[in-house]
């Protein structure tokens, strides 16, 4: 079964380290994740708000790269390590979407 969940990051520039504990997610789970600019609407409160692309010809490129997802049941806190990139000369939220989905049937070494 896939799950998913959408956070919010405030203030992103360059390149952050980040951890995101969900139960949902052990180490042999497969995890994809997206990411985006987001624009608040309405307010500071809340989550309403969009994804963007930015302003023509300053769109930051934002994405995330080293997915590791970890846990045990029962002896490590389920949940996803990633590489956050936002590339721009100025602070923007950003949405990331975490998606988990049934274990990965094989792992196989190679090389």
């Known amino acids: 079964m896939t799950r998913s969940q959408r956070f919010i990051f405030r203030n992103m520039q360059g390149r952050t380290r980040h951890n995101i504990n969900w139960d949902a997610i052990t180490q042999e789970s497969s995890v994809d994740m997206t990411a985006a600019m987001w624009q608040f609407s309405g307010g500071i ?8 692309l930015g302003e023509p010809g300053r769109e930051p490129n934002v994405y995330i790269t080293n997915i590791g997802p970890h846990g045990k049941p029962g002896r490590e806190a389920g949940g996803v390590e990633f590489l956050a990139h936002t590339e721009t000369d100025h602070p923007v939220d950003v949405m990331v979407t975490v998606t988990v989905s049934d274990p990965v049937e094989a ?5």
Request: hydrophobic fraction near 30%.
């Open 45 to 52: 409160f809340g989550t309403d708000g969009r994804p963007v």
């Open 107 to 111: 792992t196989t070494v190679l090389g």
